[in-house]
Nanobody, 112 residues
């Protein structure tokens, strides 16, 4: 059974940093590209970043370019989203996607 489980979301102050983790199971993780998205109340789901199966190529959305970074560890079957200089508009539920599957998401709240 394919399963994606995000973790690491929490309350963070503006300007802070956070790393989200997505743990994958039930499929050959190293064969699949992975993606991060987010969804804020009242807004459309937003694509944030993609990483190829081998981790060699990444793409990051212009809205978060220079602040967010995607990476993966195929040995640990995990993909990460490093978030720096967090802004109030980064508050959302963050999801990983891969193998046509979604996790339940992890909540990031931004407040001073």
């Amino acid at each position: 059974q394919v399963r994606l489980a995000e973790s690491g979301g929490r309350l963070v102050q503006p300007g802070g940093s956070l790393t989200l983790t997505c743990a994958a199971s039930g499929f050959t993780f190293s064969d699949y590209g992975m993606r991060w998205y987010r969804k804020a109340p009242g807004k459309e789901r937003e694509w944030l970043a993609t990483i190829t199966d081998d981790g060699e190529i990444t793409n990051v959305a212009p809205s978060v370019y220079g602040r967010f970074r995607i990476s993966r560890d195929n040995a640990r079957r995990a993909v990460y989203l490093q978030m720096n200089d967090i802004k109030p508009e980064d508050a959302a539920r963050y999801y990983c996607n891969g193998h046509d599957s979604w996790g339940p998401g992890t909540q990031v709240t931004v407040s001073s």
